[in-house]
């Protein structure tokens, strides 16, 4: 029932896309075709989800704040695959069940600087993201968007217009580290991932990765 409805708004989407917007997606061939994979992406709208969705050859699952559950909408989030999430400290069963999804060779999308921004600039993503990677030891592929700012209100879902493009960038993994980690190491390790996405957006989004350039050492290519 839950990938029905999953494949099902999928193709209602892409058929909006076509129809309204000029959608664009770069870098498919980065995507690994199995295997565990976390996908990151910049957080630009209440439309990335659905993109990314249609953008990316694999079934996606999502975390959402858990306010977005209330009502009829809850009932469509979890079908589409999505689960709720307390975005106030750590939520220990969002990670239990993130860490399960990708044990089994699940694909998850997580965006790390928490919420959307439709002011374009990257803000600093969460050290909660390093944590996730290293303990389920998962590749990660970062995404840039660009173009959905101006798509702030739900129902844009169904009248999506303007440049929308989707950049994929080649998987990595975090650098292997021994014991436990301090908050600082979490969040340098973070900050890495998300100058990879960074790399994929034009200057004007990048925000606090301004600085972020291509080749830079430390994360692993696969």
Do not use: C
Request: proline share 9%; net charge positive; glycine share 10%.
């Amino acid at each position: 029932m839950a990938d029905r409805a999953y494949r099902l708004a999928n193709w209602a989407f892409r058929r909006v896309l076509t129809w309204f917007a000029d959608w664009q997606v770069e870098g498919q061939e980065h995507v690994p075709p199995f295997g565990p994979l976390i996908v990151i992406a910049n957080h630009l709208s209440n439309l990335d989800p659905p993109l990314l969705a249609v953008s990316i050859p694999r079934r996606l699952h999502f975390v959402a704040k858990r306010t977005l559950f209330r009502w009829g909408l809850g009932v469509f989030l979890r079908a589409y695959g999505a689960y709720p999430v307390d975005r106030d400290g750590a939520d220990t069963p969002a990670m239990l069940w993130a860490l399960r999804l990708l044990r089994q060779d699940g694909t998850l999308v997580v965006f790390p600087e928490g919420h959307r921004n439709p002011q374009r600039g990257m803000r600093r993503g969460q050290p909660g993201l390093a944590l996730l990677a290293l303990k389920a030891q998962a590749p990660i592929l970062p995404v840039g968007i660009t173009g959905t700012e101006h798509l702030g209100p739900l129902w844009r879902v169904a009248f999506p217009t303007g440049r929308l493009r989707v950049r994929i960038g080649q998987p990595f993994t975090l650098p292997h580290w021994e014991g436990k980690l301090a908050r600082e190491q979490l969040q340098a390790l973070t900050d890495m991932a998300m100058e990879r996405v960074a790399q994929l957006l034009p200057p004007g989004y990048r925000g606090v990765y301004g600085g972020a350039t291509a080749g830079k050492k430390g994360a692993t290519g696969l």
